[in-house]
């Protein structure tokens, strides 16, 4: 590093940087210890909700949502699959397609799970404005699709 180049803590956004880091670290260790009576964990979590949501995705397709590699799927989703919490089934015109569902215990445990979510959303952003809440919404949208170009210039 020369000495011409400022330091990241000198940068007049570092302090957005790392409030916006920070928070995302406390809100998944909040979400995952509230989980915790549910015995899932955040990365569960997530495919729960896109499973409810998008019953019969494949898992390509969900691994794209959530921005992880095959890898992380082939480790978590066999876990769920045993705890009987989702089924995988061959799509019917694609046998080489995996599609993945809820069991009934998976579709109890996931709205258990949504509640738990929903209440930590609430008491933390309930007492910003709902205008606030949506431009800080804004905000993070935009470094998220500045963010996925990076990835995608990259790849």
């Known amino acids: ?12 956004r570092f302090r957005s940087w790392i409030a916006v880091a920070r928070a995302c670290q406390l809100m998944q260790q ?68 995996l599609r993945l569902f809820l069991t009934p215990e998976g579709r109890d445990v996931t709205e258990k799970a949504m509640v738990i979510q929903t209440d930590l959303i609430e008491r933390v952003l309930s007492p910003e404005p709902i ?10 949208e935009r470094i998220i699709r500045v963010l996925q170009r990076d990835l995608v210039d990259e790849d």
Request: aromatic letters at 4%; a positive charge.
């Open 1 to 12: 590093m020369n000495k011409n180049q400022s330091l990241p803590w000198d940068h007049p």
């Open 30 to 97: 909040s979400l995952g210890r509230s989980l915790a009576e549910l015995d899932i964990k955040t990365p569960h979590l997530d495919i729960l909700i896109n499973l409810y949501r998008f019953e019969g995705i494949s898992q390509q397709e969900l691994a794209r949502k959530l921005l992880v590699g095959r890898s992380n799927m082939s480790m978590l989703l066999p876990q769920m699959e045993k705890r009987g919490l989702i089924e995988r089934r061959g799509d019917e015109k694609d046998k080489r397609v």
């Open 131 to 140: 205008e606030q809440c949506m431009a800080m919404a804004g905000s993070m």
